[in-house]
């Protein structure tokens, strides 16, 4: 009995450590969480209850995406004999939403014609193309939105348009349009894009502070924002590895 009972407990202390890397592998939190997983069972235990229980909430998007999916569907149909521009704006959303960048280009460009007058439909077809690598084309459906709208989308379409520009040569446009974004936008997305666009033009000192400025938000955001905020601090943190001291 005493060696069944063992047997068993052994295989649920490594089947916390399973757990345990498992998430750590994908999520990537802080390194030292590894050896605190591998040291004991108790440590993967910790570790599922500090950081694998609090990420259950993200995984709110992923069962979104089934009812997405669903929505998808529908719109594809409803296209085929109301082929509006309402559907197709819905439509290129829930594309983006769903990482298909392609196929929201293609819905945009059908939802947009000569009488839209509105900047959403623009801005979020520059989105996809962003997405896409094609700043070329991105670049004036980005400039409609931030002329209509400098502050479109809580300052992000002034910092995607300045990354757009750095993209395409235009140095002296994506400066002066970065400068304006840092100045009131704290978007990850911006204060990275920003210091990679200082590394390109040899300027490693300040491209150092603005990925700095990344990490310092760490300490003091919530920690369902911090988990969300990973990926910026990986990259932040790689940038930051690179440049020259």
């Known amino acids: 009995m005493g060696s069944f009972l063992f047997f068993a407990f052994s295989w649920w202390a490594i089947l916390l450590r399973v757990v345990a890397i498992i998430h750590f592998i ?3 939190p802080d390194f030292y969480w590894l050896f605190v997983i591998l040291f ?3 440590g993967a235990l910790i570790y599922i209850v500090v950081e694998v229980i609090p990420d259950a909430g993200l995984l709110r998007t992923s069962f979104q995406m ?8 529908e719109l594809e149909r409803a296209i085929l004999d109301n082929p509006s521009a309402g559907n197709f704006e819905e439509l290129g959303q829930l ?3 769903d990482g298909n960048y392609a196929r929201a280009r293609e819905a945009y460009d ?8 509105h900047a959403d439909p623009f801005y979020r077809r520059g989105i996809a193309e962003v997405e896409l690598g094609d700043f070329t084309a991105a670049l004036p459906d980005l400039e409609r939105a931030v002329t209509a709208d400098p502050d479109y989308d809580f300052h992000r379409a002034k910092g995607l348009l300045a990354w ?3 993209q395409t040569g235009q140095s002296e446009k994506a400066n002066a349009m970065f400068q304006e974004a840092v100045r009131i936008s704290t978007l990850s997305e911006t204060y990275y894009h920003y210091a990679l666009f200082l590394e390109s033009q040899g300027r490693s000192a300040e491209a150092r502070i603005w990925a700095q400025r990344i990490l310092e938000k760490k300490p003091t955001m919530p920690g369902y924002l911090r988990r969300r905020e990973r990926p910026w601090f ?3 943190s790689g940038l930051l590895g690179r440049l020259p001291r």
């Open 26 to 28: 994908r999520r990537r």
């Open 40 to 42: 004991h069972w108790v």
């Open 66 to 73: 089934f009812p997405r999916r669903q929505r998808i569907g």
């Open 95 to 97: 594309y983006i939403d």
């Open 110 to 117: 059908r939802a947009i014609s000569s009488r839209t007058d």
């Open 164 to 166: 757009a520009y750095a």
């Open 234 to 236: 990986r990259k932040a």
